[in-house]
């Protein structure tokens, strides 16, 4: 079982930027899938970005360039750098994991982005 949580939402104003982070609460083996999803109101939930094993960062296409998906294996975190924020990036923004048995989920952070 793993218990992820995320920080780092907030309101900011478009063209800001944020750092969202989120915290597993066991070791997360380098070859788990650490991933950021989204879903804004009256959306489904969409994958903005992952890391899978050792394969290149993947990216939702209207974030590339302006998001940066990291990890810290040694602290078992995943980090979400986010720039050039638009109102189209509001959402509730969760942290996925998964391993060889199971998929997890944090609560989610809220972002919004607005003047």
């Known amino acids: 079982q793993v218990e992820l949580v995320e920080s780092g939402g907030g309101l900011v104003q478009p063209g800001g930027s944020l750092r969202l982070s989120c915290t597993a609460s066991?070791?997360?083996?380098?070859?788990?899938?650490m991933a950021w999803y989204r879903q804004a109101p009256g959306k489904e939930r969409e994958l903005v970005a992952r890391?899978?094993?050792?394969?290149?960062?993947e990216y939702a296409e209207s974030v590339r360039d302006r998001f940066t998906i990291s990890r810290d294996n040694a602290k078992n975190m995943v980090y979400l750098q986010m720039h050039s924020l638009k109102p189209d990036d509001t959402a509730i923004y969760y942290c996925?994991?998964?391993?060889?048995?199971?998929?997890?989920w944090g609560r989610g952070t809220q972002v919004t982005v607005s003047s």
């Open positions: 890391l899978r094993g050792g394969r290149d960062a």
């Open positions: 066991r070791r997360v083996l380098s070859t788990d899938a």
């Open positions: 996925y994991v998964r391993d060889s048995t199971s998929t997890y």
